[in-house]
């Protein structure tokens, strides 16, 4: 299916990992328990101008733990000969520079959501890896999680659904001095969380137009302590979703919920717990643990890199989701409603 350095029948996908933080941890033991792999390298995915002698320590610690090979950049690790597939689990900011490189040199790429930051950007690495027969996957777990697979299977329970309400709040106190709490960095916050958009278009289809309000509390330069992004969208199958996603020092209640409203009931679930109510009765819903979802998108990836096993999700879906992030974004930024036309997502 794809031109590679080897048969895949007969050898193993020489992996690099860019990045140190928790994701880059999930990968890292999924990809050296499978006997499909090997990890040949790991690398920050800070610039090297910019890294710190605590990036250094941590990416050679990270490397030692997984007995591989630690480089000093990004940009080192993509332009290896041996190695076949790049992991990408770092900053958003840098996921399209990275994934450009690494695809121009001839990598698969597997990159953690969101591809890019921005949309033109994202287009343009899809269509660079049809150019180069690449593979190019967008990590999506949640669609493998318990939640979305117990609202795959109860949808119909609830009739022609008209209200749905999107919620995960959750309050730091102090808030993180991280990457994740940085304009520049993070992104837009329905951006880099694009998940919560991408859990309803995979659901509901597609999406006629947009509101959206955001705040931010900040009392320094680049860093902020808290956000809150509150947002509407019209499906074009008549659905209105709210989706509502904060974090931080002012927040105070922490909030994972997610509610669907129908003419014949409700999905409520709340937390790691679901209920089905109808006229008169309550029914409980179980809902499957969120472990071990890296491990199978690891396990999917290589399944489709060997066997030809189509894959759970596209990156033109999370492209669309992705499109719907930014109009929220202009939303915000304008205060206006946006439409979402065919050339638009």
Not at 94 to 123: C, F, M, N, W
Request: contains cysteine; glycine residues 6%.
């Amino acid at each position: 299916m794809y031109d590679s350095r080897a048969a895949w029948e007969t050898a193993k996908v020489h992996v690099g990992l860019i990045g140190t933080g928790y994701a880059a941890k999930l990968r890292a033991e999924a990809l050296v328990r499978d006997q499909r792999t090997t990890l040949v390298a790991i690398a920050s995915g800070t610039a090297p101008c910019a890294i710190t002698s605590d990036q250094s320590e941590t990416t050679a610690s990270f490397a030692t733990k997984y007995q591989t090979e630690a480089l000093t950049s990004w940009e080192k690790l993509v332009e290896r000969e041996d190695i076949d597939l790049v992991v990408i689990s770092t900053i958003n900011r840098h996921h399209g520079a990275i994934a450009r490189a690494a695809l121009s040199q001839g990598k698969h790429v597997v990159v953690e959501y969101p591809l890019s930051i921005d949309v033109t950007e994202a287009e343009e690495l899809i269509a660079l890896a049809k150019s180069k027969n690449k593979l190019l996957h967008v990590e999506h777990i949640e669609l493998l999680g318990g939640l979305h697979q117990a609202l795959k299977q109860n949808l119909a329970e609830v009739g022609h659904i008209f209200y749905v309400r999107y919620s995960t709040i959750n309050p730091q106190h102090p808030a993180p001095r991280k990457w994740t709490y940085n304009h520049q960095l993070f992104g837009f916050p329905l951006i880099a969380a694009l998940s919560r958009l991408h859990r309803l278009t995979n659901l509901f289809g597609k999406v006629f137009s947009v509101n959206c309000h955001q705040r931010y509390w900040e009392t320094e330069q680049n860093y902020y302590q808290t956000c809150l992004c509150i947002s509407q969208l019209c499906f074009e199958n008549g659905l209105l979703a709210q989706v509502i996603y904060g974090k931080g020092e002012t927040l105070w209640q922490p909030e994972r919920k997610f509610e669907v409203h129908g003419q014949k009931g409700g999905l409520i679930f709340d937390g790691d717990t679901g209920v089905l109510i109808q006229s008169g009765k309550t029914t409980s819903i179980e809902v499957g643990s969120r472990r071990g979802l890296f491990a199978k998108d690891t396990s999917m990836v290589l399944d489709h890199i060997f066997h030809g096993t189509p894959l759970y999700v596209t990156p033109e879906e999370s492209l669309y989701a992705l499109k719907v992030a930014d109009a929220l974004q202009r939303a915000a930024h304008t205060g206006l409603t946006i439409l979402i036309t065919d050339s638009a997502a």
